[in-house]
Structures are given as structure tokens and as C-alpha cells.
């Protein structure tokens, strides 16, 4: 498709669970961003790949955490012994460049609810 | 501090009104740009205006424009002529170049809501 795709669009799990979100950008964009969205509240920074650049990981709330980007492309957002406060919508988004006119397209996110 | 801040949680407007959503930011970068992006109950965010710090005029775009007011540090979105359509969330975002910081911040939101 022509835009950013995720899955699953839904997963609920346990509480103590680990879960995989996965993100496809738009062919040939470099950039790849992580946010989480929870219920009413704004966006929240997770995570930004560019190219072949370590990863900023500086808004990752704990190290059960993780994301990784393969061949410049797909990337998987991993979540470890997920808790309740987890539970949020997971956006990602790609953009074509950086600097301060970088445009981001958001897929249509995973919404992750834990019990 | 906040780095986007949205005082208003919800708004309404009669169709066919215009209306007017506040976003003040907080920076000390010289070099930023502003952004808004709506976000409709199926949940994708659109984006929908960009300004850039050292633009001179307001940027537009369609029914969309922003009133940019570097001095006051707001960057406040205009819908003109407002449709039905239009019922979202908004969120106001700004990216810092100087900083070096990746990250796109956003406001809270504001959820926009357009009465027949």
C-alpha cells in the first residue's frame, strides 16, 4: 500500500505478556518514529530511526522496551512483561526527510489493551 | 515546562463559522517548525499546515491557516468556513533543529466539534 501500515490494529493480552507491534513505512522514506497515545491524551515520543544512525531511543519509558529496524525498513516495537499502564494506542509514522520541515505520515496505529 | 500547550480540551463551532484553535509552544531554539495535525475518531493523524520559524507569512493552506505570532510564541490554527467534516481532535506539534532532538512534540489536543 501507499501508506504506513501496522499490525495487529488491536491485541489485547495478559498482564506479565510479551507483544510485538509492527510498522511498514512508505517506501523510501529514512525516517521512522515511534509515539503512544493513551486514552484522550496526547502523543508520546518513543523512539526515531534514521537510516543506518543509532537509533534515539530517549523517550523509551523503561527497558522493557525495545525497537528495532531491519534493512532500513520495517520496524518492530517489542514490549516486555507488559503492565496495564501499557495498554495505549501505538503510532508510528515515516517521514521522506528531517530538519524542521519534515512531514510525518502516521499509520493507523495498534492499540494494545492489557488486563 | 510544556513544550506544545492546547488550553482548550474541547471546542464548538456552528457550520459554515470559522474557529479558531490556540497552541502556544515553549522553545529556545531559533530554528523550529510548528505543525497541526487532525485526527478523526477512526483514529489516523492528517497532517494539515506547517510554518516554519523564519517564514514571513502565515502559512495556508485551503480552509486551514495559521496565525503565527513569533513574539507571543503562539501558532493558533483557523478553520474557515467549517464542515461537518471537520470533528476531530486537533493536536498542535513543533520540531526544534538546533537541539537536535528527533522528536516531534504534541499538545494535549483539542477536540473540535461542528454543530449543523
Known amino acids: 500500500g501507499a501508506g504506513v501500515s501496522q499490525s495487529p490494529s488491536n491485541k489485547v493480552t495478559e498482564k506479565g505478556k510479551d507483544v510485538e507491534l509492527r510498522c511498514d513505512p512508505i517506501?523510501?522514506?529514512?525516517?521512522l518514529y515511534w509515539y503512544r497515545q493513551s486514552l484522550g491524551q496526547g502523543l508520546e515520543f518513543l523512539i526515531y530511526f534514521q537510516g543506518n544512525s543509532a537509533p534515539d531511543k530517549s523517550g523509551l519509558p523503561s527497558d522493557r522496551f525495545s525497537a528495532e529496524r531491519t534493512g532500513g525498513s520495517v520496524s518492530t516495537l517489542t514490549i516486555q512483561r507488559t503492565q496495564q499502564e501499557d495498554s495505549a494506542v501505538y503510532l508510528c509514522?515515516?517521514?521522506?526527510?528531517?530538519?524542521?520541515?519534515?512531514?510525518?505520515?502516521f499509520g493507523e496505529g495498534s492499540r494494545l489493551t492489557v488486563l | 515546562a510544556q513544550k506544545i500547550t492546547q488550553t482548550q480540551p474541547g471546542m464548538f463551532v456552528q457550520e459554515k463559522e470559522a474557529v479558531t484553535l490556540d497552541c502556544t509552544y515553549d522553545?529556545?531554539?531559533?530554528?523550529?517548525?510548528l505543525f497541526w495535525y487532525k485526527q478523526p475518531s477512526s483514529g489516523e493523524m492528517i497532517f494539515l499546515i506547517y510554518q516554519g520559524s523564519y517564514d514571513q507569512q502565515n502559512a495556508t493552506e485551503g480552509r486551514y491557516s495559521l496565525n503565527f505570532q513569533k513574539a507571543r510564541k503562539s501558532a493558533n490554527l483557523v478553520i474557515s468556513a467549517s464542515q461537518l467534516g471537520d470533528s476531530a481532535m486537533y493536536f498542535c506539534a513543533m520540531r526544534e533543529v538546533q537541539t537536535g532532538a528527533n522528536n516531534l512534540f504534541f499538545g494535549t489536543g483539542t477536540r473540535l466539534t461542528v454543530i449543523p
Open positions: 517506501s523510501g522514506h529514512t525516517a
Open positions: 509514522a515515516s517521514s521522506f526527510e528531517t530538519g524542521n520541515t519534515g512531514e510525518l505520515f
Open positions: 522553545t529556545s531554539d531559533p530554528s523550529y517548525g
